[in-house]
């Protein structure tokens, strides 16, 4: 491969789905008998900004700014809030709106601009990409056709709060190809350099990371920036998803991709985020780390050494019969009985994956007969309890959960080194730092030509 072109990311405002979609929660035994339950921007240029809150009691329509002419209402500020709290299932209270609105308010600030700049250069997102994008969001999130809508109008949020934000986000990715020309291009050259560097680096640990950038263009504005950053954190801790916060808050290009960094290597990172790294646990969100230009907040999902990373992967099948009806544990239905009963001869009988894969084709295919590979240290406790100890060709017990009864087989199970990167992963992460890098300068370039009038 000779060179690496940009391509449209994924809006990532929606949790990931994951091994989550096995769905398996019971198990047979507990069906049979037990009765288990199963489970489940930047700160305005050339004005400054108060950075006071809207008092209680002010309109609705009161303009909170002026973007080149354009205005931000106080409506447009709080239906941003409610629409994080209903993509976050938290509650949104009066004390974390306020804490809230000067950063939503630069956000908003930082769309206008970006779609000014959208406009001038006649980019244009279909209205089928925008629908697509948000049919993805109510997928993801297990929901029907219409519902997101449905949602928001309920909690009184105006549809194209959430459809300005995704056109926003989409259209900026074609403005910075346009911006990028001839350099989004990833050359063979520069992913071989690349290459070498990582094998020269081999030993040294690398960080799989995502990250919630939160810029401070105006020092005096630092402090409601720390104070937002904390904010974050706050919700973050009590349960808001990362992926949703990142795409509806951060500032940085990853937030298309959920705040996702991927692997990282610490010459990658900022000093300062790398010394964080170094120490905090697996699992865990970090505190507002200053860096360069803002404040970084960081989740660390993982650290490994360059060059060597094994993992167990599985090649699997499944068999997935689905109820009429949701599982009462204490009083199945006669079908929920019988298909217990057909899963647990399939679980003695299947001596292979191709008849694990044609039970779930005669089962009318309800869930794909393979799930792909999967990483065994990846998957939640109870699954990898489950396939752990399974050796090549040997069927589950039957795995019951609210909604169905799956039976699945170790089709093939193999050490795989994680760390080595294809070409396509170094071209990805080169093309990466190299668009965040422009986006940075040119929203820095819109805000200095920008007419910013803040109100109170």
């Not at 105006?158 to 350099?183: C, E, P, S």
């Not at 808001?240 to 937030?255: D, E, H, K, L, R």
């Not at 019951?400 to 992460?429: F, H, P, Y």
Request: hydrophobic share 40%; proline share 5%; with cysteine.
């Amino acid at each position: 491969m000779s060179t690496r072109r940009l391509t449209l990311p994924t809006v990532a405002v929606a949790a990931f789905c994951g091994l989550a979609c096995f769905g398996l929660a019971a198990s047979a035994e507990a069906f049979a008998g037990a009765h288990h339950h199963g489970q489940p921007g930047p700160a305005a240029a050339g004005s400054g900004t108060s950075g006071k809150s809207a008092p209680a009691g002010v309109s609705q329509d009161a303009i909170i700014a002026v973007v080149n002419g354009q205005i931000i209402t106080r409506r447009d500020v709080d239906d941003r809030g409610r629409l994080f709290a209903l993509s976050t299932g938290l509650p949104m209270n009066e004390d974390v709106l306020s804490r809230l609105r000067p950063q939503i308010t630069r956000q908003l600030i930082d769309e206008k601009l970006r779609m000014q700049e959208i406009q001038q250069r006649h980019i244009n997102v279909p209205i089928d990409q925008i629908a697509a994008s948000i049919s993805d969001i109510e997928k993801r999130n297990n929901m029907k056709p219409n519902t997101l809508r449905d949602r928001l109008g309920d909690q009184s949020v105006a549809l194209t709060t959430l459809i300005d934000q995704i056109r926003v986000q989409l259209a900026w990715t074609g403005v910075l190809r346009q911006q990028l020309g001839d350099r989004s291009r990833v050359t063979a050259a520069e992913i071989r350099q690349r290459a070498d560097a990582l094998k020269r680096e081999a030993g040294q640990p690398e960080y799989q990371i995502s990250e919630i950038f939160v810029p401070v263009d105006d020092p005096k504005n630092d402090g409601e920036a720390l104070k937002f950053a904390t904010t974050v954190i706050q919700q973050l801790h009590a349960g808001a998803p990362f992926p949703i916060v990142a795409a509806q808050f951060s500032q940085s290009q990853t937030a298309l991709d959920g705040g996702s960094l991927g692997w990282v290597q610490a010459d990658n990172l900022d000093p300062q985020v790398v010394a964080v790294a170094k120490v905090m646990p697996v699992g865990a969100i970090s505190n507002p780390i200053k860096v360069a230009g803002g404040y970084e907040i960081i989740a660390l999902a993982g650290r490994r050494t360059i060059g060597t990373d094994m993992a167990t992967m599985l090649d699997l099948r499944q068999a997935f019969m689905a109820f009429d009806s949701p599982l009462n544990p204490q009083a199945p239905t006669p079908q929920q009985q019988q298909d217990l009963q057909k899963a647990t001869a399939l679980s003695k009988s299947a001596h292979d994956c191709d008849a694990i894969a044609a039970a779930n084709k005669s089962f009318g295919e309800k869930r794909p007969s393979d799930p792909g590979t999967v990483q065994l240290d990846r998957l939640n406790p109870q699954m990898a309890h489950v396939l752990e100890p399974l050796a090549v060709n040997e069927a589950s017990h039957p795995l019951v959960s609210s909604d169905g009864i799956d039976v699945i087989m170790v089709c093939s199970r193999t050490q795989k080194n994680l760390a080595d990167r294809s070409t396509e992963e170094i071209a990805d992460q080169l093309l990466s730092d190299r668009v965040e890098l422009i986006s940075r300068q040119l929203n820095r370039d819109l805000h200095r030509k920008a007419t910013i009038d803040m109100r109170s």
